[in-house]
Nanobody
């Protein structure tokens, strides 16, 4: 059973930075396309960033482009989301996810089969 555990969330002032980590166990890390999603109170879960199995393709939502960077380290079975220039509207629970093995890359929420428990990011103004 694939398990994903996020860490690195917290409270930060606007303009600050955080790095989220997602540790994966129970599967072959390099065989999964992966992504980050977030959900703010009262809103639907939304796509943030995705990375391909090989790590050579990435894509970010327009709202975070230029501020958030997704990456992964296959040797450590860990994916990251580096976030800079944070804004209050970035406040949400952030989830990491792994897609089913048939997906090389995807940004579609419903294509992700495995999810972490989420980590809270709060950006104060």
């Amino acid at each position: 059973q694939v398990q994903l555990v996020e860490s690195g969330g917290g409270l930060v002032q606007a303009g600050g930075s955080l790095r989220l980590s997602c540790a994966v166990s129970g599967g072959t890390f390099g065989s999964y396309a992966m992504g980050w999603f977030r959900q703010a109170p009262g809103k639907e879960r939304e796509f943030v960033a995705a990375i391909s199995k090989s790590g050579d393709i990435t894509h970010s939502a327009d709202s975070v482009k230029g501020r958030f960077t997704i990456s992964k380290d296959n040797a450590k079975n860990t994916m990251y989301l580096q976030m800079i220039s944070l804004k209050p509207e970035d406040t949400a629970v952030y989830y990491c996810a792994a897609a089913g093995p048939q997906r090389a890359f995807t940004t579609t929420l419903t294509s992700y089969a495995y999810w972490g428990q989420g980590t809270q990011v709060t950006v104060s103004s």
